[in-house]
């Protein structure tokens, strides 16, 4: 168990945790910017959570493409080419968006149930950020960019 925990830290860990100081930047300050300062957030009132979804949305897929880049190049230094780790990595993505802020919605939902819909939606989005970045690093290293084991 030791040394799974020293592996899992390692330094791509900690450059995962730099390029993620980026990534939260870009796609969740947009993320945020998308819900607060335009029109999406009145898609709440066409279909509920329409802004949360959308704005979300948006900043992952700006985020993600950021994030593409420098955890293939700089944190798992991935030399594979082609379709196939951009299949990968977007699988990955898609999984971790869905299953962190589907629990994060209806999580924070009932927990603020007495709550402005807005503040549920930005303290769900944070909820929904917090649960991503853990289930993407999982996802990233185990599965998207995981390293070849050489043969005996």
């Known amino acids: 168990m030791k040394d799974f925990i020293k592996q899992f ?6 450059k995962f945790i730099l390029v993620g100081i980026l990534n939260t930047v870009v ?4 993320m945020f910017i998308f819900y607060n300062f335009t029109p999406i957030k009145d898609l709440d009132s066409v279909f509920s959570s329409g802004g949360y979804w959308v ?5 992952y897929i700006i985020g993600s493409i950021v994030s593409y880049i420098l955890n293939k190049h700089f944190t798992f230094q991935n030399k594979e080419k082609g379709i196939k780790p951009i299949l990968k990595f977007s699988l990955n993505i898609a999984v971790c968006y869905f299953l962190a802020y589907g629990l994060a919605k209806p999580f924070t939902l009932w927990i603020l149930s007495g709550q402005s ?7 769900a989005m944070l909820v929904g950020m917090c649960l991503f970045v853990a289930f993407n690093y999982i996802g990233q290293r185990f599965f998207a960019f995981k390293e070849k084991e050489e043969t005996k």
């Open 9 to 14: 830290f390692d330094i791509k860990f900690w």
């Open 117 to 123: 819909k807005t503040i549920q939606s930005n303290i």
């Open 27 to 30: 796609g969740n300050g947009l």
């Open 55 to 59: 704005s979300s949305a948006l900043g």
